[in-house]
């Protein structure tokens, strides 16, 4: 079936430091969507990217979404201790409204 | 705008009960709303849509008679978990979406902690 991979797992980040997450799909998506969840809290809405090759940017987060419409990434710069949290891809295609949600990249920061 | 609102946030049950979880959409109409279940540093792992005014669909391996669900106007949807045992004891999150030039986002309610003794 469909299915949505986000690596890394995990990710352990020196504060200042940049990272980036990935997303793959196994098959091409309508929109990919990403959210934060802080620890204890609930996914957050970030950002939705739609078109082919599209970049988007919030502060110092950019995200792409690649020119196949199968992949994603989340590049943090400058990396600060309020980043901490789990961040999800969530892809959009096979039905309409449902999200297939990637594993998620845990991001620890340390100061 | 587009909040969702989630209660009870915590709900600590005994074996055998039902436990009624509701969603409501605050300031925007959700014909379609969302019920995750999370468990302790996983994803979340769609159970079921909610469809105003009709059936729910929900997903292969999801109970439909363990977990009722009832969309029964534009701004709530209700989560039944029904005798609930403490392999049922989870986040449970809902979610609405919300149209936006067709290319739909869904936002997320603050989730419910259901631990079942």
């Known amino acids: 079936g469909q299915q949505v991979m986000q690596i890394p797992q995990y990710q352990h980040v020196q504060e200042g430091e940049d990272f980036t997450t990935y997303c793959n799909s196994s098959t091409t998506l309508s929109n990919i969507q990403w959210y934060k969840q802080r620890p204890g809290g609930h996914p957050v809405f970030l950002i939705q990217l739609v078109k082919s090759g599209e970049v988007k940017k919030q502060k110092r987060l950019t995200f792409q979404f690649g020119e196949a419409k199968k992949n994603s990434s989340l590049h943090i710069t400058a990396t600060q201790t309020t980043d901490v949290g789990t961040y999800f891809c969530?892809?959009?295609?096979?039905?309409?409204?449902?999200?297939?949600f990637g594993a998620g990249t845990q991001v620890v920061v340390t100061p | 705008g587009a909040v969702v609102s989630q209660h009870p946030s915590r709900v600590i049950c005994k074996s055998g009960t039902s436990v009624k979880i509701e969603c409501r959409s605050l300031d925007f109409q959700a014909t379609t709303m969302f019920w995750y279940r999370q468990f302790p540093k996983k994803s979340l792992m769609l159970m079921a849509t909610?469809?105003?005014?009709?059936?729910?669909?929900?997903e292969q391996g999801v109970e439909k008679d363990k977990f009722l669900i009832n969309h029964a106007s534009l701004t709530l949807s209700t989560l039944t978990v029904t005798s609930a045992h403490p392999e049922d004891s989870s986040f449970y999150i809902c979610?609405?979406?919300?149209?936006?030039?067709?290319?739909?986002?869904?936002?997320f309610g603050p989730g419910t902690r259901l631990l079942v003794l």
């Open positions: 909610s469809n105003e005014g009709s059936k729910a669909t929900y």
């Open positions: 979610s609405a979406r919300v149209p936006d030039r067709g290319h739909e986002t869904q936002y």
């Open positions: 969530a892809g959009s295609g096979w039905a309409r409204g449902k999200l297939q």
